[in-house]
């Protein structure tokens, strides 16, 4: 099974800029889709970005316009870049894939995202 690290996070003030990095053990390339999610102090967990093999994007309402998510199937790596960040992003991050039957049920530690007003 292949196995997602998230890296990236850290402190940032509003209005600043993180990227994020999930690299995959093995390759990705055939992954129907890939998604980073988020999940804020209690709250659930969201979907935040999803890109699908083809290059399809799609985006949460509260990241659109800011957040941008891309792959580099060579490298077995996705991306997060975000910008013009909120106090409202604070949460830890977390990638995911999709093999074609739906985001799988194990979960990476994820990487912590926080956001100074």
């Known amino acids: 099974q292949v196995r997602l690290v998230e890296s990236g996070g850290g402190f940032v003030q509003a209005g600043g800029s993180l990227r994020l990095s999930c690299a995959a053990s093995?390759?990705?390339?055939?992954?129907?889709?890939m998604g980073w999610f988020r999940q804020a102090p209690g709250k659930q967990r969201e979907l935040v970005a999803r890109?699908?093999?083809?290059?399809?994007?799609n985006y949460a309402d509260a990241v659109k316009g800011r957040f941008t998510i891309s792959r580099d199937n060579a490298k077995n790596m996705v991306y997060l870049q975000m910008n013009s960040l909120k106090p409202e992003d604070t949460a830890v991050y977390y990638c995911?894939?999709?093999?074609?039957?739906?985001?799988?049920?194990?979960w990476g530690q994820g990487t912590q995202v926080t956001v100074s007003s």
């Open positions: 995911n894939l999709d093999p074609g039957n739906g985001w799988r049920s194990t």
């Open positions: 093995g390759s990705i390339f055939s992954v129907n889709a």
């Open positions: 890109i699908s093999s083809g290059g399809s994007r």
